[in-house]
Structure formats: structure tokens, C-alpha cells
């Protein structure tokens, strides 16, 4: 059972490119989440989805695309990557209603130079 | 706008003291979670408290909530070098959670 797995784990991209951060569960779970954490900050909602087909927007959405085809896929598309968007960001899931807290992934390090 | 505020931010305490960490929200909610970040790592779920009252321990970490005062603490008992990192509380409103800013703890001999 690999929980939560994204990819890549670092990547370094030059500002205007674009480009997909990948995250997977194996649970079943139907909410998805995507969250970034900056330097010495808490995390900040992306987009969310509560199932297939289904996204909304978190607090952060600027500068982001998400999708959800499947349960099991949710990533996350930088168009245009600015400095800004430099940071770490996290995938997450969870049944609902949300008894067990969110399982997050490893995380992705991202630095827009 | 809803806040999650975390204090201390910062906590630097010696080994076998004892210590409170405060989170406060703004909004209504009778889910709260704590959660565990070591450097470079991701998060690590710690306790999940789901109504007004409710008390989790788990070795020297407690946790509480306070739905009321909209407040949960997590108290350290006797710590030990081990339980440095940077703790987060989470405040479920019904889609997502709003995560406080982060306690960084570091536990000196």
C-alpha cells in the first residue's frame, strides 16, 4: 500500500515554463487536496476535489490548473511558472467525512529561477 | 476571512520540561487536528479530535479541544530531544482545512 505518492520529489524551472506536479493515492480515497507551504509558513489550499470530475478552488488558485479524471490521479499544472510559485508543495487525501485526518505524500521542492 | 493562530511560534525548551502549545481559531468547527513535520519531510498526523471536549494522549503529547473557546492545545510532558520539530494544528470547516502557521520546537539537553 503506497498511500499518497507524487513525483517529482525536486525540480528546478525557468520562469514562463510549465509543467505538471503528479500525485497518486491507492486508498479509494474520494477527496483530494493540493497544498503549498512556503519558508517558515503554515499550508495553503490549492484546489480540491471531492471526486472524479469535481474541483474547486482553495485560497491559493492563482496560477494553477487541476483535474480529475480518475479517484486515484489529481495533478497539478503550473502554466507560465513565476519566482512566487517557488515552493514546497504537498498532496493530500482523505475519506469523507474526514475522521481520520488528511494522508499527505512527500511532497514536491519546486524552485522557479 | 478564517484564522489559525499558533502560539508560540517559536519554542526552545529543555529536556523534561513541560510545555503548552496554543491554537485558537476564528471560526465554528468541532474538528481539529494536530499535526507533525520533521525537516524536510512531509507531515505526519499526530491526533484527530472531533467534538467539544475531547482529550487525545499519545506517549508525552496531549491534545485538546475547546469548541467554546474555539481553542485546542497540545501539551508536552517530560521532553525529550525526539519530539523536536515544527507542530501543526488544522481546523476542518466541512471541505478543507485551514492549517495554522506552525510551532517550531527544539528540545535542548
Known amino acids: 500500500n503506497a498511500g499518497v505518492t507524487q513525483t517529482p520529489k525536486f525540480r528546478i524551472l525557468k520562469i514562463g515554463q510549465s509543467m505538471t506536479l503528479q500525485c497518486t493515492q491507492d486508498?479509494?480515497?474520494?477527496?483530494m487536496y493540493w497544498y503549498r507551504q512556503d519558508p517558515g509558513m503554515g499550508l495553503k489550499l490549492i484546489y480540491y476535489?471531492?471526486?472524479?470530475?469535481?474541483?474547486d478552488k482553495g485560497e491559493v488558485p492563482n496560477g494553477y490548473n487541476v483535474s480529475r479524471s480518475t479517484t486515484e490521479d489529481f495533478p497539478l499544472r503550473l502554466e507560465l511558472a513565476a519566482p512566487s510559485q517557488t515552493s514546497v508543495y504537498f498532496c493530500?487525501?482523505?475519506?469523507?467525512?474526514?475522521?481520520?485526518?488528511?494522508?499527505f505524500g512527500s511532497g514536491t521542492r519546486l524552485t522557479v529561477v | 476571512e478564517l484564522k489559525v493562530e499558533q502560539n508560540p511560534l517559536f519554542l526552545s525548551m529543555q529536556e523534561g520540561k513541560n510545555y503548552t502549545i496554543y491554537c485558537n481559531y476564528s471560526?465554528?468547527?468541532?474538528?481539529l487536528y494536530w499535526y507533525r513535520q520533521d525537516p524536510g519531510k512531509s507531515l505526519e498526523s499526530l491526533f484527530v479530535?472531533?467534538?467539544?471536549?475531547a482529550v487525545k494522549q499519545e506517549g508525552r503529547l496531549m491534545a485538546s479541544l475547546d469548541t467554546k473557546a474555539r481553542l485546542s492545545t497540545l501539551h508536552i510532558t517530560a521532553a525529550v530531544h525526539d519530539l523536536s520539530a515544527t507542530y501543526f494544528c488544522?481546523?476542518?470547516?466541512?471541505?478543507?482545512?485551514?492549517f495554522g502557521t506552525g510551532t517550531s520546537l527544539t528540545v535542548i539537553p
Open positions: 493530500a487525501s482523505s475519506y469523507p467525512p474526514v475522521n481520520y485526518g488528511y494522508t
Open positions: 486508498m479509494n480515497h474520494n477527496y
Open positions: 476535489s471531492v471526486g472524479a470530475g469535481i474541483t
Open positions: 471560526t465554528t468547527s468541532d474538528r
Open positions: 479530535l472531533l467534538s467539544n471536549g
Open positions: 488544522a481546523v476542518d470547516t466541512g471541505n478543507q482545512f485551514y
